[in-house]
């Protein structure tokens, strides 16, 4: 679910003496996300985001159904723009709680509605978008930056709207309606959780915690694809790699009721007439490049043919 977005600048130096690859160590950055491809047609978008850090035109609202019980329709809401500053973690350092920032929040309007079910949300994309400017460096002086690019992540996902009062008494997921959650209001019968369930995304693992419903997924980047020449990264020693930690949180995880799609799954659970919360976290780590671990290698293998040629002679 992201795309990052690079500015960096400032003015060329030569830096020399440098024991470890500098890195960067702050940043400013914008994060978007807005909705598309929202399935069925009848489905209502709202709050037209035009494509700044997202690459197209996005919405920020979906509703749907009819309004029943003076209750207001159900709805997917995204909280965007979101920006601030954070610091990247050293690489060989694990990042800790206090290195993610706040991100965009999804919020579910999860309310009973009446009218067909085939007019209700089914599918959608969810496009979140990360904008990240180097505003800090251990090198000095800075490094000349070069034109921006773009990564874009788009996730996917199955939207269940599920019967409050199934007439089996079970919901979809198999379980006795009212027993998923203990919060709902006992006046206005038994409920049964919505879900969403991701698409599976080229590129993307998830990894879960479901004892902490967390879950995260990762990209890498690397300021050579982003107009940093590599001239300018070797005259500076600069460690050029680096990546985003996404973390999710809020909403129970789900893996083993995935709907259409096949188990196990990424998904999540929300609660019925209740207004569900998708917390988007993320953070920033500085990671070993390839190349230098490449270099590295050669290097011991280049010495211990020396040490073999001098054994022998």
């Known amino acids: 679910m992201k795309k990052t977005m690079l500015a960096l600048s400032g003015a060329l130096a030569l830096v020399s003496g440098v024991a470890n690859a500098a890195m960067i160590t702050t940043?400013?950055?914008?994060?978007?996300?807005?909705?598309?491809?929202?399935?069925?047609?009848?489905?209502?978008?709202?709050?037209?985001?035009?494509?700044?850090?997202?690459s197209v035109d996005?919405?920020?609202?979906?509703?749907?159904?009819?309004?029943?019980?003076?209750?207001?329709?159900?709805?997917?809401?995204?909280?965007?723009?979101?920006?601030?500053?954070?610091?990247?973690?050293?690489?060989?350092?694990?990042?800790?709680?206090?290195?993610?920032v706040d991100g965009t929040t999804m919020t579910h309007n999860n309310y009973r509605i009446g009218?067909?079910?085939?007019?209700?949300?089914?599918?959608?994309?969810?496009?979140?978008?990360?904008?990240?400017?180097?505003?800090?460096?251990?090198?000095?002086?800075?490094?000349?930056?070069?034109?921006?690019?773009?990564?874009?992540?788009?996730?996917?996902?199955?939207?269940?709207?599920?019967?409050?009062?199934?007439?089996?008494g079970i919901c979809v997921d198999g379980k006795v309606a009212g027993t998923d959650f203990d919060d709902v209001d006992p006046n206005e019968g038994a409920g049964c959780d919505d879900y969403f369930i991701l698409k599976p995304t080229p590129g993307v693992t998830f990894s879960?915690?479901?004892?902490?419903?967390?879950?995260?997924?990762?990209?890498?980047?690397?300021?050579?694809?982003?107009?940093?020449?590599?001239?300018?990264?070797?005259?500076?020693?600069?460690?050029?790699?680096y990546e985003v930690t996404t973390r999710l949180t809020g909403l129970a995880p789900v893996t083993d009721f995935c709907g259409n799609q096949t188990v196990p799954c990424v998904g999540f659970a929300t609660k019925e007439l209740e207004e569900n919360n998708l917390f988007a976290e993320f953070a920033i780590r500085a990671i070993p490049e390839p190349a230098s671990i490449a270099i590295f290698g050669l290097g011991l293998f280049g010495l211990s043919m020396a040490a073999r040629r001098k054994r022998q002679s």
């Open 27 to 54: 940043w400013d950055y914008k994060n978007d996300a807005g909705f598309i491809f929202a399935e069925p047609d009848v489905v209502i978008e709202s709050g037209l985001q035009p494509a700044d850090v997202l």
């Open 115 to 168: 009218g067909p079910s085939s007019n209700y949300l089914s599918s959608a994309v969810l496009l979140d978008g990360l904008r990240l400017t180097a505003t800090g460096w251990d090198a000095l002086p800075p490094f000349a930056g070069g034109p921006s690019n773009e990564i874009e992540i788009g996730l996917g996902f199955d939207f269940i709207e599920t019967p409050n009062r199934p007439e089996s």
């Open 208 to 241: 879960i915690d479901a004892l902490n419903e967390i879950v995260e997924f990762k990209v890498v980047f690397d300021l050579l694809d982003y107009g940093l020449s590599p001239v300018e990264a070797q005259a500076l020693d600069l460690n050029t790699v």
């Open 58 to 100: 996005t919405h920020t609202k979906l509703t749907w159904g009819d309004s029943i019980d003076g209750l207001p329709k159900s709805s997917l809401v995204v909280d965007s723009p979101v920006s601030g500053s954070l610091s990247t973690v050293a690489y060989g350092d694990s990042i800790q709680d206090s290195d993610y």
